[in-house]
């Protein structure tokens, strides 16, 4: 059989394969319909996004894939087909730091698809504020970045906020130097947020020295005030590039290979276990000798693993410190339900941010 004619069987094969796929795409669905309509009939406040049921797919599609497609890739997928699922049931609102172009808008679309709205925000205690009055469903907003370390700005919304977080993203970072300008010998200033320039300090140092740095709210508006000035450059996303016409000067200009941002999802509604969470809480300690060591006996008495531990000043006080950690599993776990109900004991205050889906791929 000739190469040709091999090559036509084959996409005759492709072709009944995407009709299979079409149809079974249409039957689940279908059976989102019926999900809505089941919802829609039921007494109280329904919620139609379930972050513990979506986690538990992505991770059931992953461990069971064959290949040759590898996880991200699979994992990718089916959140597509799940978000267009949920917005036939309900279209979400999510609020995300913005403008278009950010890496947070980039988590955003990563964990709920591209079939909801999204409404980019210039500050993150914005995001809190819309989530918080109803406006938008959920929120996102970074929380920490593997080499500059934890957003504060974040943290301190944290302490005073109601809302729960719902969710995790994390997100490969790759900078780029972007501008409209030929060549670096005419860049005499450059935009970015604190944390992206922190990310490429090395870089910037060995190749821009001398050139100004000027920290902006968001990577985005970086890119958009270099779009408008020939002689500057931006250190930003390629979709930030595409999106206000500069070219890219330099790529993966990050200081770490795998400099990676973890994003929070905040809401109103806390979340079943999934099977696979994570928990995140603060609490301040008593003013006494040894204080901190007793807080932390807690998760090791239960054998409760501790992820991630920081600190804030509280701003009750002078020198008074309030500590965020994450730690392994659920609140509705028996260990880590024992561990808190332990530190509440010994805390001086304990506040739970919320038990969610690690992230998944």
């Not at 979506?54 to 994992?75: C, F, H, M, S």
């Not at 799940?82 to 036939?88: E, K, T, V």
């Amino acid at each position: 059989m000739s190469n040709d004619s091999t090559l036509e069987q084959i996409r005759k094969s492709i072709d009944a394969v995407d009709n299979q796929l079409l149809e079974l795409i249409s039957k689940r669905a279908a059976l989102a319909i019926q999900v809505r309509e089941i919802k829609s009939n039921s007494a109280g406040q329904t919620s139609f996004y379930r972050p513990e049921r979506e986690a538990q797919i992505l991770k059931r599609v992953t461990d069971a894939n064959p290949g040759p497609l590898p996880d991200e890739q699979v994992a990718r997928l089916f959140r597509e087909i799940i978000s267009a699922c949920l917005a036939l049931e309900e279209q979400l609102n999510i609020a995300y730091l913005g403008p278009a172009g950010t890496f947070t808008q980039a988590a955003t679309l990563k964990h709920f698809g591209q079939s909801v709205l999204t409404t980019a925000l210039s500050g993150i205690d914005q995001v809190f504020r819309e989530v918080e009055s109803g406006n938008c469903d959920y929120g996102v907003v970074p929380i920490e970045n593997s080499i500059e370390g934890v957003i504060n700005h974040t943290h301190d919304l944290l302490i005073n906020s109601n809302l729960k977080i719902c969710g995790e993203i994390e997100v490969r970072i790759n900078q780029h130097l972007l501008s409209k300008a030929a060549s670096l010998d005419a860049i005499t200033r450059i935009y970015s947020h604190q944390q992206s320039f922190g990310q490429c300090r090395a870089w910037l140092d060995n190749h821009l020295p001398d050139v100004e740095r000027i920290a902006v709210n968001s990577n985005a508006e970086a890119a958009q005030l270099a779009g408008k000035d020939p002689a500057a450059a931006a250190v930003a996303s390629e979709t930030a590039a595409d999106l206000y016409g500069l070219g890219i000067l330099a790529r993966n200009i990050e200081d770490d290979p795998i400099n990676t941002t973890r994003f929070m999802v905040i809401g109103t509604q806390a979340v079943p276990r999934s099977g696979y969470d994570k928990t995140s809480l603060l609490f301040s300690t008593p003013n006494k000798p040894g204080a901190l060591h007793e807080m932390l006996a807690c998760f090791a008495d239960h054998k409760v693993s501790m992820t991630r531990i920081e600190s804030r000043p509280s701003r009750r006080g002078m020198w008074d410190y309030v500590f965020f950690v994450d730690v392994e599993g659920h609140v509705e776990d028996q260990n880590v339900a024992a561990a808190l109900h332990q530190l509440e004991q010994r805390a001086a205050m304990v506040k739970l941010l919320g038990s969610y889906p690690r992230a998944v791929l």
